[in-house]
């Protein structure tokens, strides 16, 4: 009799710490939405807050080093319904001392329209010329930097590109062997190499900037890929070893 009160008190206490919906019906709660934070980018040398779209579950997101850009839209293929968001190696809108190789700017060439979401096909834009030393915050600018050329140094070595850090990890650049694609026949570089990232994020703005009549310039193309290097199978200088 004693065992059979003990066996009920014991199914008793279970049933108080194991309600009856514990054998799977429990709900679970509901995965916490990524929200990404406000980001500067210039446009037209203007600095404006940057909106990019939460990313929807399992949506991949891109970082560049401690930074991140915003959550994959698209299938990896520019389109000329996009407008465009440059990723400047190096600059000096995104920098930490302990990332100094990742320091980058933000560069869109327009706006949404009445402050809607538009999709952006985000670009690479990468110093190879050491000598280089523009921050660069205009598409227009940007674009005349990738047209312009320069003759690489006999000891050249795309080590010595400011962007190297950015060469090595996202295009895969390792050394001048993997540059020889963009060397044309008169041996020359690109100052600004421009190349597809080959994904598109989803953003608004926050903020408009003020229209300022544009400066006389020089003449560019409107759209980058025009600046975008194809390859031509000239040679560069064997990379220096590494120490």
């Not at 895969?172 to 694609?181: A, F, G, P, S, W």
Request: with cysteine; proline share 9%.
């Amino acid at each position: 009799m004693l065992r059979a009160l003990s066996i009920a008190s014991l199914a008793l206490c279970a049933g108080s710490l194991f309600p009856a919906n514990a054998g799977g019906l429990l709900k679970k709660s509901a995965p916490k939405m990524i929200e990404i934070p406000a980001q500067p980018v210039f446009y037209s040398g203007v600095e404006i807050k940057f909106v990019p779209e939460s990313p929807a579950r399992r949506q991949r997101i891109v970082n560049v080093g401690p930074w991140t850009i915003g959550a994959r839209v698209g299938d990896g293929k520019p389109s000329d319904k996009r407008l465009n968001l440059y990723i400047v190696a190096p600059g000096k809108q995104y920098q930490l001392s302990d990332h100094a190789e990742f320091n980058h700017n933000l560069v869109i060439n327009a706006v949404p329209k009445e402050d809607k979401q538009a999709e952006y096909d985000v670009w690479w834009a990468l110093v190879l010329d050491p000598t280089l030393e523009a921050d660069f915050q205009d598409e227009h600018e940007l674009i005349l930097a990738a047209q312009g050329r320069f003759e690489p140094s006999r000891g050249y070595d795309v080590k010595q590109a400011p962007s190297f850090a950015i060469l090595q990890r996202f295009l895969k650049i390792h050394d001048n062997t993997d540059l020889e694609e963009y060397i044309r026949e008169d041996k020359t570089l690109p100052r600004v190499l421009i190349v597809p990232a080959k994904f598109a994020i989803r953003a608004s703005v926050e903020s408009m900037p003020v229209a300022e009549p544009p400066m006389q310039q020089t003449e560019a193309p409107d759209n980058p890929k025009d600046a975008v290097e194809t390859p031509t199978g000239s040679e560069l200088p064997a990379s220096s070893p590494q120490n």
